[in-house]
């Protein structure tokens, strides 16, 4: 350890690895640029000795200490259920651990840090009262709004009630908590501007989504021939709501529009734990693939020829549209799939909300080699030049700095 730099704590309210969803890629690929550089970083976050010992490596890779608090056992749908009644939202309520609270006020009362950051606004429920040094919250998404989206999308009278409730929970709490900090950084202008208008947040700064373009190497879209039979590719945890909600509208609305015209189409779903509704429509349908967890998205995205997006609630950004677009594969998204990232419809991807739009633009693309190339190209050039994770992680390191500066000057003048 230096003494020299300044001392960041980064407190996550999960175990990063394996990087299988949105949220620790993004939280991962920016520790890996902090780490080296202007600040000391210590990640505290939940692990049990397995974890520590088995993903040795990475964690070495992204912090230069790492403080683990003994994880909760996942409890039951029902017993989740019963903390729809509680004051807290649900996801919040279990970020709420008597271990995480224990080690992030221990560790924040015994030693000196320069900047505390708290992964997602869930983690807030972890934060002390009063924390010596600058706070900075790493908000994913605007979690009230996704919230909102779920009422809009729910099927029945009983489900918009509960997401209801829970929505005005969480616009709650999450006003409530980011208020309390000095700085609150977004994943796009967009969130940005949500939180200003909003919550009156005066301090936010926004970070664009990053990529690994290293890892995520480009190749050209493969041909359609005998061996390639024309090919959708979707990534995503399947045990998130919105992937669940967009895949099953799809599933149902857009799918036989394909099969009906491209009958050797094939559908593969990537993405760990589908429940076990959604399994079933699958097989019902032909051509349809769940595929459950993998150990790397990159095989399945390079055979395909179409990478979909058809989500309909969610929020923040979708780090899987950067991914697919750095791997070379032709994106097909709804706005929501694509909020938030600074990308051009037509030149990097094509846009379509309506299920009848959707299958077109999908059947379009397979009928089209010289499009799937071009979107291809631009979209990989588009990534490479804006988007790469090093060029995130430094923006955050200034916004840190700058946290740290404005609190300084601040007690100077105090």
Do not use: E, Y
């Given at each position: 350890m230096n003494p020299a730099r300044p001392r960041l704590a980064f407190v996550s309210p999960s175990f990063l690895f394996p990087n299988d969803t949105g949220g620790r890629i993004r939280t991962t690929n920016v520790l890996r640029g902090l780490k080296g550089g202007a600040f000391e970083v210590t990640l505290l976050a939940p692990a049990s000795a397995a974890q520590q010992r088995d993903w040795a490596g990475e964690?070495?890779?992204?912090?230069?200490?790492?403080?683990?608090w003994e994880p909760e056992s996942a409890r039951p749908q029902w017993m989740r259920a019963l903390g729809l009644w509680r004051d807290l939202p649900?996801?919040?309520?279990?970020?709420?651990?008597?271990?995480?609270?224990?080690?992030v006020h221990e560790l924040l009362a015994g030693e000196r840090f320069d900047v505390v950051v708290f992964d997602f606004v869930h983690a807030a429920v972890l934060r002390p009262a009063h924390v010596d040094a600058a706070t900075v919250c790493f908000t994913h998404n605007v979690e009230a709004e996704i919230f909102a989206r779920h009422v809009k999308a729910a099927g029945n009278s009983l489900m918009r009630a509960v997401w209801a409730s829970q929505a005005?929970?969480?616009q709650q709490f999450e006003r409530t908590a980011l208020r309390a900090f000095d700085t609150v950084v977004a994943v796009s202008e967009r969130d940005a501007d949500w939180f200003r208008q909003h919550y009156q947040l005066a301090a936010v700064d926004t970070i664009p989504t990053g990529v690994d373009l290293d890892f995520f190497a480009w190749r050209e879209p493969p041909a359609l021939d005998e061996v390639h039979a024309p090919t959708l590719v979707f990534t995503g945890s399947m045990d998130?709501?919105?992937?669940?909600?967009?895949i099953r509208h799809f599933l149902a609305e857009v799918w036989p529009r394909v099969r009906q015209a491209r009958p050797d189409a094939r559908l593969v779903v990537v993405g760990r734990r589908p429940p076990a509704t959604l399994v079933e429509q699958a097989k019902a349908l032909p051509g349809v693939q769940l595929t459950g967890y993998v150990d790397d998205v990159r095989p399945y995205?390079?055979?395909?020829?179409?990478?979909?997006?058809?989500?309909?609630?969610?929020?923040?950004t979708r780090i899987k549209a950067f991914e697919a677009m750095a791997m070379g594969c032709p994106v097909v998204s709804t706005a929501i799939g694509i909020e938030g990232l600074d990308v051009q419809p037509d030149e990097h991807f094509l846009l379509r909300d309506a299920a009848p739009d959707q299958a077109e633009?999908?059947?379009?693309?397979l009928g089209d080699a010289a499009l799937r190339n071009r979107l291809s190209r631009q979209a990989r050039r588009c990534v490479e030049e804006r988007f790469g994770h090093r060029v995130v992680a430094r923006v955050f390191e200034r916004i840190c700095l700058d946290a740290l500066q404005r609190r300084a000057t601040a007690a100077v003048a105090a």
């Open positions: 964690i070495a890779g992204v912090c230069d200490r790492f403080v683990a649900v996801n919040v309520q279990s970020d709420r651990t008597p271990a995480g609270l224990r080690a005005g929970k969480m998130w709501a919105a992937n669940i909600d967009g995205v390079h055979a395909a020829h179409v990478f979909i997006i058809p989500l309909r609630v969610g929020g923040g633009a999908i059947l379009r693309l």
